[in-house]
Structure formats: C-alpha cells, structure tokens
Antibody, heavy 121, light 108 residues
Framework: EVQLLESGGGLVQPGGSLRLSCAASGFSFSNYAMSWVRQAPGKGLEWVSVISGSGGSIYYADSVKGRFTISRDNSKNTLYLQMNSLRAEDTAVYFC??????????????WGQGTLVTVSS | SYVLTQPPSVSVAPGQTARITCGGNNIGSKSVHWYQQKPGQAPVLVVYDDSDRPSGIPERFSGSNSGNTATLTISRVEAGDEVDYYCQVWDSSSDRYVFGSGTKVTVL
C-alpha cells in the first residue's frame, strides 16, 4: 500500500524558513517523480514543485521560484521542500503527491494527508 | 500561462447527473485529470487521461474531453458526492502543472 506522510509544518514568522519532509513507502520510490502541491485556507489547489525520480530534473511554480528548493533522498525514501523567505501568502496545507512515472507530467495518483504551514508574526 | 476555468458550483438533485466543465484553450489536445476533495482531506484521483478511472472509483464517474472543454460526469448523484472537484493538466509548453479553480457540487 502506497503511503505518503508529510511532516515539518508549523508556525513561522515572515522571512523565516521551514523544511518539509514526506516519507514514502509501499512503492519503489526512486522510480517515480514526486511533487508538492499546496492549498491556502478556503482556496483551491496550487502546484508548487516537481522532481524527477533521479532528482535530475526539477521545476517550480513562478510563485516560489528562487525561494523554495525541492530535493529527495532515494536512500531514505524521503522527499523534501526547503522553504526560505516565507511570506504570508505561503500559508497553506502542503501535500506531497506521487507522479505515476519517473519524469514530470501526467497526474498525481497518490497524495499525503498534508502538513499545515502558517506564516504569521 | 495556461488557464483552466471551472464553474464555482454545480447543483443537482439526488439520482440525477452532474456535469462539471473545465475550459481551456484547445484543452482537447491535452490529457485532463480530475480529483475529488472532501473537506479536510487530501484530493483523490477519480479520472485520469480524460476518461480512465483508477481502481476503486465507481463507474458513476466518467470523463470526456474535446475542443475547448473537458467534462467530468457524475451519474446517479449521491449525498456523498457533495464535495469539491478539480481538473488538472500538464502544460508542456511551460513545464507546469495547472489546476482549475475547483467546483463545488451541491446535492439539492
């Protein structure tokens, strides 16, 4: 059974940093691209970033480019999102999601339950 | 950037058919995917590649895509279908995933 478990969310001040983790199990982690998708309170889904199975290809939404860094450790079956220079508008539930292929594109076939990031002073 | 347009809400009587549209420029040339999201929960994939269903998704959920509009159809609507639905595509020209703004289905 595929399981994705996010952690690392919390309250952070504007301009601060936070690192999210997503522990994966139930599938061959390195064979699949992984992504982060966020949802602000009461709003819709917004794609954040995607990383290929090997980690060699990475893409970001314009809203986070230059501030967020996606990475993965295939030896630990874990996906990360380093978030710097956080803004109030980054407040959201952050979901990690699995792509059913090694590279970007397609859709998200499995999602974690999400971790809440709140940016506020 | 590519934009997907969904109606904010769709109302349907129990047992009837709900149709949720997703508009985009020449969306028929792209693969469209649909997610169902219940309050406080993660999205669940209900249709992928325009019209395929993941295992475990009832046959009541179906999809189509042509021209500038993709459609998610929910037949024999039940009270439990009264949640949010999002369409999504991969925009290869910008290397971005794009979501629609979401549609809330209301069962009358």
């Amino acid at each position: 059974e595929v399981q994705l478990l996010e952690s690392g969310g919390g309250l952070v001040q504007p301009g601060g940093s936070l690192r999210l983790s997503c522990a994966a199990s139930g599938f061959s982690f390195s064979n699949y691209a992984m992504s982060w998708v966020r949802q602000a309170p009461g709003k819709g889904l917004e794609w954040v970033s995607v990383i290929s199975g090997s980690g060699g290809s990475i893409y970001y939404a314009d809203s986070v480019k230059g501030r967020f860094t996606i990475s993965r450790d295939n030896s630990k079956n874990t996906l990360y999102l380093q978030m710097n220079s956080l803004r109030a508008e980054d407040t959201a539930v952050y979901f990690c999601a699995k792509v059913p292929a090694a590279n970007r594109g397609y859709y998200f076939d499995y999602w974690g339950q999400g971790t809440l990031v709140t940016v506020s002073s | 950037s590519y934009v997907l347009t969904q109606p904010p809400s769709v109302s349907v009587a129990p047992g009837q058919t709900a149709r949720i549209t997703c508009g985009g420029n020449n969306i028929g040339s792209k693969s469209v995917h649909w997610y169902q999201q219940k309050p406080g929960q993660a999205p669940v994939l209900v249709v992928y590649d325009d019209s395929d269903r993941p295992s475990g998704i009832p046959e009541r959920f179906s999809g189509s895509n042509s021209g500038n509009t993709a459609t998610l159809t929910i037949s024999r609507v039940e009270a439990g279908d009264e949640v949010d639905y999002y369409c999504q595509v991969w925009d290869s020209s910008s290397d971005r995933y794009v979501f629609g703004s979401g549609t809330k289905v209301t069962v009358l």
